[in-house]
């Protein structure tokens, strides 16, 4: 979103975050693995959430919700996720970061990310 490499922005992130004695947080190992999952495999990602969002390009979708989609569809793709669970909580996210809507649109994109997924005959290679 700010147009900077990612290890940067990571970087920027967690030096920001300080505990209340001023001593730096630890690194989330879950996240740094899905932020460079998602970058890595982006060429991938962005094409099942295009096809399974009918008429919507990605840059015409919210930001919030375009990364919400980028890191559930990562989830399901590349790790071992129940995809109820990652729905879930991609819904969760939405709800808490972006809007009713967009959950709706989000729930939507995803059960199709989720079917075409489950169809490696409909996945460009």
Do not use: Q
């Amino acid at each position: 979103m700010r147009d900077e490499p990612v290890a940067a922005a990571m970087e920027a992130f967690y030096g920001s975050l300080t505990s209340e004695e001023g001593v730096p947080a630890d690194r989330d190992a879950f996240a740094d693995e899905l932020v460079t999952g998602v970058t890595r495999e982006i060429t991938k990602i962005d094409p099942e959430i295009e096809r399974g969002s009918e008429n919507w390009k990605l840059g015409r979708m919210a930001a919030v919700d375009r990364n919400i989609l980028r890191l559930a569809v990562y989830e399901m793709a590349y790790k071992s996720v129940a995809p109820a669970i990652v729905i879930d909580e991609a819904l969760l996210l939405a709800k808490r970061f972006s809007g009713e809507t967009s959950a709706s649109f989000i729930n939507g994109v995803l059960d199709a990310v989720k079917r075409n997924l489950e169809r490696p005959d409909l996945t460009e290679p």
